[in-house]
């Protein structure tokens, strides 16, 4: 096991990945595949004890996809000092205040997440610079049921994810007149992610 460093506030801080390379891979093959393939659920199979509140998924999400050229945003559930400390070190990623400088966001609480539309949605030029928005769920087989269609699905696909915010899905689904613009959805639960990417529509 790798050394476990020292917090800025002296606690001690938690390893990241045990193997970094190869669980790096692995998490970002789930992550191309879950893009790729809209709703599907996809296991992360690696060893991590973030820190709370952070899940296996979330953490290991940020680890593969956060480094110094990515400004990210936590939501109060998540922005806890050990969190903060664990992302600066394992990651080096600028930590912002305000959602519209965020080229990913953190849900902790994604119940009381703020609305989509806060968070930067690209241009028609450079629609890459929307954000990907993380967001940890209690479960990825209950809650409202969704039907997804677009790139990646043969027919349809339904999904679910508990614990979001009421009227979640009525603003995703307004987004997608803004297509090339918009944000990607990625979820987490556990040791499992999925994603709803701004390609795929929303149905309910």
């Excluded at 790729?36 to 199979?45: K, T």
């Excluded at 609480?109 to 967001?135: K, N, R, W």
């Amino acid at each position: 096991m790798r050394p476990v460093a020292a917090a800025g506030n002296g606690s001690a801080l938690r390893p990241g990945f045990l193997a970094p390379v190869a669980d790096s891979q692995q998490v970002f093959r789930r992550v191309l595949r879950a893009m790729s393939e809209p709703g599907s659920l996809q296991n992360i199979a690696v060893d991590l004890a973030p820190p709370a509140p952070l899940d296996r998924a979330t953490a290991a999400l940020c680890l593969t996809l956060l480094d110094f050229e990515t400004p990210v945003w936590l939501d109060a559930a998540a922005d806890g000092e050990e969190v903060r400390a664990w992302l600066r070190f394992h990651c080096g990623c600028p930590l912002v205040e305000e959602t519209d400088a965020a080229r990913f966001a953190v849900m902790a609480a994604p119940s009381e997440m703020p609305a989509l539309g806060a968070f930067p949605l690209g241009s028609e030029a450079y629609p890459d610079e929307g954000t990907t928005v993380i967001l940890q769920v209690p479960s990825l087989e209950s809650g409202e049921a969704v039907t997804l269609r677009g790139p990646g699905i043969e027919d349809c696909r339904e999904f679910r994810a508990a614990g979001i915010a009421g009227g979640f899905w009525k603003q995703r689904r307004e987004m997608e007149a803004l297509f090339p613009q918009g944000v990607d959805l990625v979820f987490a639960s556990g040791a499992s992610l999925a994603a709803v990417p701004r390609s795929t529509e929303v149905r309910f």
